[in-house]
């Protein structure tokens, strides 16, 4: 492997949850004994990657993937350092063991994911420099605060919206409501996803349509018996109720169904495949990025076959959904599936684009979705 600099410098690699650009922690960490200041890894031109942490009274400290674990050497300053090799590319789970218990590490890029914060890595994909902060105009990420009467309290949502949004005051905009996947938040489509960038990208190779994207945390805490439950059964409902018409009173949003698609990864795939099923008439297209009919299928307690019926006039689903997409990495587990529901769409007539990514169930698949996807939808108005 050959990483060329345009990779290795990207900024787009070391933005993060805790900071914009790489966190250069003072060296009082250490003593100073690491110079003025103390990095956690380094990617190099041959795709490995150099890692340490700081741990002067470990008696053994371990790193990498979770099936690739190598033992780190202590060195005489108090760092344990080392070098890892993942087998692909992508955003990839960077673990540390010290004497046997797992740890963050704070020298390392931090993000939210697995239900908590864990560190990661990012090994340049160099098929994808869609992701990559580029010299083009750049959209807003911002934050936003409703009340839901779902919840019964306040939530949080990220915010995109295009570059020319703050400009041209006039126009108004499509609206993509985007989902994350189980075990994350509303943080890790922009943090983790790349989204903005890739949108930035597209934009300004006039290759997309512009509109506005909106990311919700879809693992809701709803009160029960006066504790906060988690139930992502109600998120839909917390959407149509009070999250678009939130957005729809704040930004300059289109307030249509054929202007309102909805998307998402792996659990944000379900519900947005129970959503477009059973609300076509709020939205008007969507993206199931690791397909929809999988827990049916797999025999899950999770009932659509109420919402599964939306299907059987395929005349009316083609028309009210346009374009209807699904993707998946080419070693996801559930690629059988994948291909069952290929064959289910197509006995019933349905117009389904499917497309198939190099990977696991891992962001390297569901960015390249994303991508593809945002270049199709909204296109008809």
């Not at 869609?130 to 009467?149: A, N, R």
């Not at 109600?234 to 018409?245: K, L, T």
Request: proline residues 6%; aromatic residues 12%; negative net charge.
């Amino acid at each position: 492997m050959n990483i060329p600099e345009e990779f290795l410098k990207n900024q787009t690699f070391d933005s993060r949850a805790i900071g914009f650009n790489r966190q250069l922690l003072p060296s009082m960490i250490n003593g100073g004994k690491h110079g003025d200041t103390n990095i956690g890894y380094k990617v190099m031109a041959d795709g490995k990657v150099w890692v340490s942490l700081y741990g002067p009274t470990a008696k053994e400290v371990k790193a990498g993937p979770p099936e690739n674990l190598v033992s780190l050497t202590l060195e005489e300053d108090g760092m344990w350092t080392g070098t890892i090799q993942y087998a692909d590319p992508g955003l990839k789970q960077l673990i540390f063991y010290v004497d046997g218990v797992r740890v963050v590490n704070p020298l390392a890029p931090i993000a939210y994911g697995w239900g908590y914060g864990i560190n990661y890595i990012e090994v340049p994909d160099l098929d994808q420099d869609f992701i990559l902060i580029k010299d083009v105009p750049h959209g807003t990420v911002s934050q936003e605060y409703f009340f839901s009467e779902i919840t019964g309290e306040y939530e949080c949502c990220y915010i995109y919206t295009p570059p020319k949004y703050r400009d041209d005051l006039e126009t108004k905009y499509p609206v993509l409501y985007l989902q994350h996947g189980g075990g994350e938040n509303e943080a890790c489509w922009t943090h983790m996803g790349k989204c903005n960038f890739v949108m930035d990208n597209l934009l300004a190779e006039g290759k997309a349509v512009p509109f506005i994207i909106v990311m919700n945390n879809a693992m809701m805490q709803v009160a029960n018996d006066g504790e906060p439950r988690l139930d992502n059964k109600r998120y839909n409902e917390m959407v149509i109720h009070d999250c678009i018409p939130f957005i729809e009173k704040t930004y300059r949003a289109i307030p249509s169904k054929k202007a309102r698609a909805i998307a998402g990864l792996s659990m944000g795939s379900l519900l947005s495949g129970e959503m477009i099923m059973a609300h076509y008439d709020v939205f008007g297209s969507a993206g199931l990025f690791t397909g929809y009919t999988y827990p049916v299928m797999a025999g899950s307690s999770r009932d659509q076959s109420e919402q599964l019926k939306a299907l059987d006039d395929a005349e009316k689903f083609n028309r009210e959904v346009d374009p209807f997409f699904g993707a998946i990495g080419d070693h996801e587990v559930s690629l059988p599936l994948f291909e069952k529901e290929r064959e289910y769409c197509k006995e019933k007539g349905i117009n389904y684009i499917q497309k198939i990514y190099p990977g696991y169930h891992e962001w390297r698949v569901w960015r390249a979705a994303f991508h593809d996807y945002a270049q199709i939808v909204f296109r008809a108005l």
